[in-house]
T-cell receptor
Framework: GAVVSQHPSRVICKSGTSVKIECRSL??????MFWYRQFPKKSLMLMAT?????????EQGVEKDKFLINHASLTLSTLTVTSAHPEDSSFYIC???????????FGPGTRLTVL | GNSVTQMEGPVTLSEEAFLTINCTYT??????LFWYVQYPGEGLQLLLK?????DKGSNKGFEATYRKETTSFHLEKGSVQVSDSAVYFC??????????FGKGTKLTVNP
């Protein structure tokens, strides 16, 4: 149980285009999902916390208009990187928190490369 | 604020060696503590957790004990295997439900 999927697993796009990444909890409902960014050989940086049916809460320094987060249902959250630039290239990971639990389950990540 | 400090790697061991990865934390209140593992090219997987002082989390031969007096949550395994090669992250979760991660320790186990 507690499986989280992400799609796509890898994406390459041109500079200036937008990319959408999906995060799904497959066998449980998640009122809260989290989006992280991981740089090479570094730890995970929390970008935003996404609650179903409400606006996401962004961490300091994360541009809301660039990283659009939508949490439309209890099993799906999306991250859209708008007007992508090469510096947005990174590994993006989502996690979902099981209702009434302190445990987060992580997706396998999405490798974004912006040319 | 909350923070996690874990030993810097990389750590290289021979198969069947004993493993310790140190982790200490700073937090207000009583956080939950976690160890996550990331295999090459994959996302993080929960390895074990402990939610209160003196709790011991264990899984797949790995263990860690929540030590409030030393604010530590060291990861141990008595006999590592090649398949344990991965990056290990210590993390804490306080009242805000946000996870705070250490920088990760890369473990390589050689046959």
């Amino acid at each position: 149980g507690a499986v989280v999927s992400q799609h796509p697993s890898r994406v390459i796009c041109k500079s200036g285009t937008s990319v959408k990444i999906e995060c799904r909890s497959l066998d449980f409902q998640a009122t809260t999902m989290f989006w992280y960014r991981q740089f090479p050989k570094k730890s995970l940086m929390l970008m935003a916390t996404s609650n179903e049916g409400s606006k996401a809460t962004y961490e300091q320094g994360v541009e809301k208009d660039k990283f659009l987060i939508n949490h439309a249902s209890l099993t799906l959250s999306t991250l859209t990187v708008t007007s992508a630039h090469p510096e947005d290239s990174s590994f993006y990971i989502c996690s979902a928190r099981v209702v009434r639990s302190d445990t987060q389950y992580f997706g396998p990540g999405t490798r974004l490369t912006v040319l | 604020g909350n923070s996690v400090t874990q030993m810097e790697g990389p750590v290289t061991l021979s198969e069947e060696a004993f493993l310790t990865i140190n982790c200490t934390y700073t937090a207000t209140g009583y956080p939950s503590l976690f160890w996550y593992v990331q295999y090459p090219g994959e996302g993080l997987q929960l390895l074990l957790k402990a939610t209160k002082a003196d709790d011991k989390g264990s899984n797949k031969g790995f263990e860690a004990t929540y030590r409030k007096e030393t604010t530590s949550f060291h990861l141990e395994k008595g006999s590592v295997q090649v398949s344990d090669s991965a990056v290990y992250f210590c993390a804490l979760q306080g009242g805000s439900e946000k996870l705070v991660f250490g920088k990760g320790t890369k473990l390589t186990v050689n046959p």
